[in-house]
């Protein structure tokens, strides 16, 4: 028997949501390659970064520096980034958040992702 869902409370729950989260695009037919053939990322590096990231915009932890944009543009030159592989990037998303949590952070980390997936495309698009 699960317990039930509960909302994103902590670190750990953002480490949990990451995790889970990558782990399904580095299976995804249609975007796992680019992180992991093109971008060649360097996971140990790559997820305390991307957990940085989340714990600033859900949890105000204000542990991130950087520009993501930057480098999305750069690998768009390299490869297609286009809205399918965004729509799947959010797809997945998503469905982890889903999976994983239930309450008020979880549907932000659901409208932040969207908006960030519109705003690197549209830049993307643009550059």
């Not at 994103?8 to 992180?35: A, C, H, M, P």
């Not at 982890?96 to 908006?115: C, I, S, W, Y």
Request: aromatic fraction near 12%; proline fraction near 2%.
């Amino acid at each position: 028997m699960s317990s039930a869902k509960h909302d994103i409370q902590t670190r750990e729950d953002v480490i949990l949501l990451v995790n889970s989260f990558y782990e399904k695009v580095r299976e995804n037919d249609t975007i796992g390659f680019i992180f992991d053939e093109v971008a060649k990322v360097d996971w140990e590096h790559h997820l305390p970064r991307m957990y940085n990231f989340w714990c600033s915009i859900l949890l105000g932890e204000h542990s991130f520096s950087g520009n993501p944009m930057v480098k999305h543009i750069a690998l768009s030159r390299q490869t297609t980034l286009s809205s399918v592989q965004f729509a799947e990037w959010l797809n997945l998303f998503k469905n982890t958040v889903d999976h994983l949590f239930d309450g008020r952070l979880a549907n932000e980390a659901k409208m932040r992702a969207e908006n960030i997936a519109q705003l690197m495309l549209f830049k993307i698009q643009t550059a």
